[in-house]
C-alpha cells in the first residue's frame, strides 16, 4: 500500500529523487521524513517430516496454492528462532534446529526470503492462519520459479550434490 502521508507530522508526501531512487519524502519544513520502502525480512521453511516436505495453505490463499511455512520476525528475535517458533505455532510440530539455506529477494512482495531447512518431528496440529497441508515426498518435491521456490530449488540440489 502506498504511503501518502507522513508519519511524523501529517503533511502530504511528495516524490523525490534520493540518493539516485524515487522516495516519498515529506515537503514540509523542518521534518525531512523520507519512506524509504526497505523490504521486509520474511523466514521461510523446508518442514521436512518423515520424508516429506510438508507445503501448506493459509486460510487466504486459493485452494490448489500451497507454500513453505513462512512468517515474520518479532522483534528482537533471530531468523533461527524465527523459523522454529513459526513451525511449531503453525504446524505444531516438534523442531530443534534450522539450517540455513539461502537469502532470496521477492520483489513483487517487496520481502526478503531467509529459508532454512528444518527437520521436524511429532504430529501435525494446524494452526489458526493454515486452512490444510500436503506432504509431498521429498523425490517428488518440484521447485516453482517465485517466491519460495528457488530456496526449495536450491535445497533440493544441496541434498543431491551430498548423496
Known sequence: MPVT???????????????????????AAGCGYVH????????????????????????????????????????????????????????????TTARFIGYYPFFEMNQLLLAFHVPAQGHITLGEELADIKRVPVERLKPWTIGTGPAVRDWLASRRSTV
Open 36 to 95: 524509504w520502502d526497505n523490504p521486509v525480512p520474511v523466514v521461510a521453511a523446508i518442514v521436512e517430516l518423515d520424508g516429506a516436505v510438508i507445503l501448506a495453505r493459509n486460510r487466504g490463499w486459493p485452494e490448489k496454492r500451497y507454500g513453505l511455512i513462512t512468517g515474520f520476525l518479532e522483534r528482537d528475535e533471530t531468523p533461527d528462532a524465527a523459523v522454529l517458533r513459526e513451525v511449531r505455532e503453525e504446524l505444531g510440530l516438534d523442531v
Open 5 to 27: 502521508f507522513c508519519p511524523q507530522c501529517g503533511n502530504p508526501l511528495q516524490t523525490a529523487a534520493i540518493d539516485g531512487r524515487s522516495r516519498q519524502r515529506c515537503g
